[in-house]
């Protein structure tokens, strides 16, 4: 795993969309398309403008997965992370093929539909961000390491659903649904490259657990020192707890 520290998360999610283009042209030709999974939330709004303005990636050839979704929540919410993708990637960019967790319909059946489809072929790249309680998904601690299930329906804890009402998505802890599809920690890990987007000052604490810590089931995100092809892209307010060794210099 890699760390890269960034002065702020305007050049973070530019170095990281740079990243991310590399990739995605590089299986567009290898390959003639790429397979990512894509991440939503607050902490990938830069990224994910900075992605899109991204020059010579032919997004037609891109099929896209999502990490997770709310059960209950209809597209139409400004939480639901399909309304997200759609508006920040998807009508942006002309990805024509995608897969969405309707978490509204026909949770089982989706599931199942959506978890083929992911594990047909290997993915190229996921794009994911962590949790102020060290979530990786919608993967609470303690989260489950040892499933093979491409996805699971999880109960959401209360620190992840006040970092929600924190975001502003929802007006209060109430409306915050309690259940939520979200793809497995053992399916993240098998995608070829990882990249993990995490900026500001609310995340430092749970940076510092997941990249310096145990790697244990109560920081899930801390799995990712696992894998081989991780590359951790952060700004000086969330390394702000690091250790000099773990953040290096900053970019």
């Not at 830069?46 to 010579?56: P, S």
């Not at 489809?117 to 993967?139: M, Q, R, S, Y």
């Not at 804890?157 to 939520?180: H, I, K, M």
Request: proline share 5%; hydrophobic share 45%.
């Amino acid at each position: 795993m890699v760390i890269k520290v960034y002065e702020d998360k305007a050049s973070l999610g530019r170095a990281a969309a740079e990243q991310a283009a590399v990739s995605l042209r590089n299986a567009i030709q290898s390959r003639g398309r790429a397979r990512i999974i894509a991440a939503t939330g607050a902490s990938q709004f830069e990224f994910l403008d900075a992605l899109t303005a991204m020059l010579g990636i032919e997004w037609p050839q891109v099929e896209m997965f999502h990490l997770d979704e709310y059960i209950g929540l209809p597209v139409s919410h400004p939480a639901s992370f399909r309304k997200y993708l759609l508006e920040r990637l998807i009508h942006k960019t002309g990805v024509t093929k995608y897969h969405f967790l309707d978490g509204d319909g026909n949770v089982p059946e989706i599931v199942h539909k959506v978890s083929v489809e992911l594990t047909a072929a290997p993915i190229d790249i996921a794009f994911v961000g962590i949790g102020e309680n060290g979530h990786l998904a919608f993967n609470d601690p303690p989260a489950d390491f040892q499933t093979e299930e491409p996805y699971i329906i999880v109960d959401l804890d209360e620190p992840c659903r006040r970092q929600q009402v924190g975001e502003g998505w929802f007006a209060s802890l109430s409306e915050v649904p309690t259940r939520a599809i979200s793809m497995t920690v053992r399916q993240i890990l098998k995608a070829k490259e990882i990249l993990v987007v995490v900026p500001d000052a609310r995340k430092a604490q749970a940076v510092r657990s997941c990249f310096e810590g145990e790697i244990t089931p109560m920081a899930p995100a801390s799995i990712l020192r696992k894998h081989a092809n991780t590359t951790v892209f952060l700004d000086k307010l969330s390394s702000a707890l690091l250790g000099s060794q773990s953040k290096g210099s900053i970019a």
